[in-house]
T-cell receptor
Framework: DSGVTQTPKHLITATGQRVTLRCSPRSGDLSVYWYQQSLDQGLQFLIQYYNGEERAKGNILERFSAQQFPDLHSELNLSSLELGDSALYFC?????????????FGSGTRLTVV | EDQVTQSPEALRLQEGESSSLNCSYTVSGLRGLFWYRQDPGKGPEFLFTLYSAGEEKEKERLKATLTKKESFLHITAPKPEDSATYLCAVGRTGTASKLTFGTGTRLQVTL
């Protein structure tokens, strides 16, 4: 157990639907990162939050949004889902936002869009 | 744009057969080079961070080294439990904490 908790572990939904993925960071970590891992593209950075504020943004689609709450847990919202959104979605956390040291990943949410 | 290329894509070794995995990178201003291990269906597990050329780090049968253009992950006398996908990533100065990952090397160690 890495200390980063992601729910749900698996999600199957239909095209056009909206889902919410949840992440609880490791105790004491202020920064949360979201990554998407698909078979053909590897791990792609989506977005980072630090202590409730957006810190950095990657190639995140406009249909996707995220937030970090006062208790530091984070949610990734995916809407108008397409078949191509099927992937593993990972959350990671670190103590500070500098990223100088490696961060800790959760076990991921496997999203299947049918 | 930052780029990370890992080779080989897949590697099959017999137990005890040492080898190296390669990570070539292009980044303007290296903040750090990171190695992770990922088991099937699980999240990446942090192994090492290297910050400057010439730096080396070791952990059990793994040793990571760094030059200005590439990093190597040396695996000495591997065991079947070392089977996993090994991911390399780079962070660039001035880009907060974003890491750019390679697509990984799938290592299988057989008896």
């Amino acid at each position: 157990d890495s200390g980063v908790t992601q729910t749900p572990k698996h999600l199957i939904t239909a095209t056009g639907q909206r889902v919410t993925l949840r992440c609880s960071p490791r105790s004491g970590d202020l920064s949360v990162y979201w990554y998407q891992q698909s078979l053909d593209q590897g791990l792609q950075f989506l977005i980072q939050y630090y202590n409730g504020e957006e810190r950095a943004k990657g190639n995140i689609l406009e249909r996707f949004s995220a937030q970090q709450f006062p208790d530091l847990h984070s949610e990734l919202n995916l809407s108008s889902l397409e078949l191509g959104d099927s992937a593993l979605y990972f959350c990671a956390s670190s103590v500070v936002g500098s990223g100088r040291d490696g961060y800790t990943f959760g076990s991921g949410t496997r999203l299947t869009v049918v | 744009e930052d780029q990370v290329t890992q080779s080989p894509e897949a590697l099959r070794l017999q137990e005890g057969e040492s080898s190296s995995l390669n990570c070539s990178y292009t980044v303007s201003g290296l903040r750090g080079l990171f190695w992770y291990r990922q088991d099937p269906g699980k999240g990446p597990e942090f192994l090492f961070t290297l910050y400057s050329a010439g730096e080396e780090k070791e952990k059990e049968r793994l040793k990571a080294t760094l030059t200005k253009k590439e990093s190597f992950l040396h695996i000495t006398a591997p065991k079947p439990e070392d089977s996993a996908t090994y991911l390399c990533a780079v962070g660039r100065t001035g880009t907060a904490s974003k890491l750019t990952f390679g697509t990984g090397t799938r290592l299988q160690v057989t008896l």
